[in-house]
T-cell receptor, first 114, second 111 residues
């Protein structure tokens, strides 16, 4: 069964450092997303990406965040200067169509900022 | 008002019980509705989409009431393996495919 894969599974970084979270969406999917979940809280939308540009972003997705599809398979989330409050589980997701069909989630990257 | 609101839980039920989860959403423009399941510290996985006419998948039945902006999930004959957090999820198609999640309702099925 095709799946979304994310690396690394766990990243520990010092406050102020840059991190890049990587995702390989399902190959025939066209829409890509990043979500985050702070421990004990709900899953929150960060950004959606289609046709090599951002479709929608949330208030959380400020200038410290960026996304990129550097090649035909990878989809990355970069946090330029991490803060303690960026500590969370980050989920990548992809879907064939916009919102109507299932969004498949990767297993997540647990980011710990110390 | 929260965009998607669910029963706070947790629900602790014996095996074989029937359990119902409720969810309300605030944006009347919402187009697509889903129930996802999330096991502890894992990714959300789609349990079922929710259609206007209601739909059933084995022991699971989902209902949607657009007028009341209300979604429900019924689990019959619950199994130990049903223990998880159930997430009510809504999509507003004109917002880039963004899924809006409820905070989840935890279910614990005991022997």
């Amino acid at each position: 069964e095709p799946e979304v894969t994310q690396t690394p599974s766990h990243q520990v970084t010092q406050m102020g450092q840059e991190v890049i979270l990587r995702c390989v969406p399902i190959s025939n999917h066209l829409y890509f997303y990043w979500y985050r979940q702070i421990l004990g809280q709900k899953v929150e939308f960060l950004v959606s990406f289609y046709n090599n540009e951002i479709s929608e972003k949330s208030e959380i997705f400020d200038d410290q965040f960026s996304v990129e599809r550097p090649d035909g398979s990878n989809f990355t989330l970069k946090i330029r200067s991490t803060k303690l409050e960026d500590s969370a589980m980050y989920f990548c997701a992809s879907s064939e169509e916009l919102g109507v069909t299932e969004a498949f989630f990767g297993q997540g990257t647990r980011l710990t900022v110390v | 008002r929260k965009e998607v609101e669910q029963d706070p839980g947790p629900f602790n039920v014996p095996e074989g019980a029937t359990v119902a989860f409720n969810c309300t959403y605030s944006n009347s423009a919402s187009q697509s509705f889903f129930w996802y399941r999330q096991d502890c510290r894992k990714e959300p996985k789609l349990l079922m989409s929710v259609y206007s006419s209601g739909n059933e998948d084995g022991r699971f039945t989902a209902q949607l009431n657009r007028a009341s902006q209300y979604i429900s999930l019924l689990i019959r004959d619950s199994k130990l393996s049903d223990s998880a957090t159930y997430l009510c999820v809504v999509n507003i198609n004109n917002q880039g495919g963004k899924l809006i999640f409820g905070q989840g309702t935890e279910l614990s099925v005991k022997p």
